[in-house]
């Protein structure tokens, strides 16, 4: 979530006392982390000031929608299949 710096203060206090802080997270005059881990998914919220040293998620969240080609999609996934099964440790099955 990105505010505008003057808002900042209130919209954090508005979602500390909706929302518990992620103990794992740094927390700045412009930046802080909010989660919930009732939900399913676990919520996450990272607040931050346009313009702040942490104003980076949104750039990440649109290269995620950014749209590519099916095959480049499916050449990445395989790879990353295949590495994430050759550096998993082999359990055995019940």
């Given at each position: 979530?990105?505010?505008?710096?003057?808002?900042?203060?209130?919209?954090?206090?508005?979602?500390?006392?909706?929302?518990?802080?992620?103990?794992?997270?740094?927390?700045?005059?412009?930046?802080?982390?909010?989660?919930?881990?009732?939900?399913?998914?676990?919520?996450?919220?990272?607040?931050?000031?346009?313009?702040?040293?942490?104003?980076?998620?949104h750039?990440?969240?649109?290269?995620?929608?950014?749209?590519?080609?099916?095959?480049?999609?499916?050449?990445?996934?395989?790879?990353?299949?295949?590495?994430t099964?050759?550096?998993?440790?082999?359990?055995?099955m019940?």
């Open positions: 979530m990105r505010v505008e710096r003057k808002d900042f203060q209130v919209v954090e206090a508005t979602l500390a006392a909706r929302f518990a802080r992620n103990p794992g997270s740094i927390r700045t005059e412009e930046f802080a982390a909010f989660e919930n881990e009732a939900c399913t998914p676990h919520l996450g919220i990272q607040l931050t000031a346009k313009g702040g040293a942490f104003d980076v998620f750039r990440f969240a649109a290269a995620l929608r950014a749209d590519q080609p099916m095959d480049r999609y499916r050449a990445a996934k395989d790879a990353f299949v295949a590495d099964l050759l550096h998993a440790k082999a359990k055995p019940k």
